[in-house]
């Protein structure tokens, strides 16, 4: 199997602590983490106390931490969306090869260098496209690939962010602006339009797309709203957004449902009703969401045409009660359906009975993206190790191009659905 790898983590957040760090936590006979960089104090020393790593290794900052000589194998990139390019070219100068949490970039001239700089420093970069690593999405690329289906003429996608998610993330928490992070196409759903791309198994030629932030608006605001959720808020009772239900008392992600996990642990370590409470009355967390500053889309529809004249859509919408992927893959010989959240697939081909497939139990931690989390991390130390080639991994050529495909949609969108070709942003 190899030397045991090391690595630094650049970014000790959701993913860089609850993700990726976690797993190899697990996997201490493969990987050893020597160096953290994390700007919060409490996040560095919870992360640093996990690892094990020693005071003069756990960095306030990703520079100062690249500032000092390589010393590990691989930097984990888990910093904010706007700064995974440069710690990413920066880290390649210095040696390290890349496990690079996604969105690559939002800027299409960034996209365009990080690939050039892997290209000139000779470095292999994965981006954290976890969702190819599920057996829900690897069980469908193999179903595909057998040709039992035929040629693929059509994929229907719908990624359900559900209610709360939307919230959380894109209305109230760092995601919320496209300006300070990305556009929400890209932010949310390059995971989406890579899996589609990777099962197509072509290019896409030109995209359009129609989208908008039809519901978080001030002028949606319930009679009696206030400006935070713990200030009297009249609407409270009948308010599916009210932060006290989704934190403190809804049975899916509550603190008093005994729901300590995400999205809780983002408002702080260890969460408790007192800690939760405290956030909200003070934090970004209690505000009503019809009285933030956002600007993401919560709905948006992709079309993408393919170069091997295949036809995708991908539907993103807030409006779900609950989350996961649904997909409907439509070829000459049979057709498959599948519901990521129920883990099940039914595959027909034509004139015979439908098979079944219940995927569930299959992944070592279905709690990480349905597996996938676990499942790149694998993959990615395989790959370190020279046990994976470059075509079964998602690194960094092809998940460009669900990056281009995104920012494709987003000028599409702005411009009222008008097609927008793939070709010239390759350059």
Known sequence: MGEKLKAVILGMGSRGKNAYGAEFLTLKDRVEVVAIAEPDEERRRIGGDAHGVPA?????????????????????VCTQDRQHAGHAVAAMKRGYDILLEKPVSPILSELQNIVRVANEEGRRVVVCHVLRYTPFFGTIKKEIDSG??????????IENVRYFHQAHSYVRENWRREEETSPMILAKCCHDLDYLIWLCGSRCERVSSFGSLFYFRPENAPEGAAMRCLDGCLAKETCPYDAEKIYLTNKDTGVLQGNTGWPADVLCENPTEEKIREALKKGPYGRCVFHCDNDVVDNQIVNLQMENGAALTLTMSAFTSGGGRTIKVMGTLGDLWGDMDQNILRITEYGKEPRVIDLAGQAEDSDGHGGGDRGLVLAFLDYM???????????LETSIESHLAALAAETSRLRNGEPVEIAPMRS
């Open 56 to 76: 003069d290794k756990r960095f306030s900052s990703a520079e100062e931490l690249l500032a000092c000589p390589k010393m590990a194998d691989f930097a984990c």
């Open 148 to 157: 039992r289906l035929g040629r693929i003429v059509n994929i229907q996608a």
């Open 385 to 395: 190790q020279g046990l994976k080639k470059d075509g079964t991994i998602s690194t």
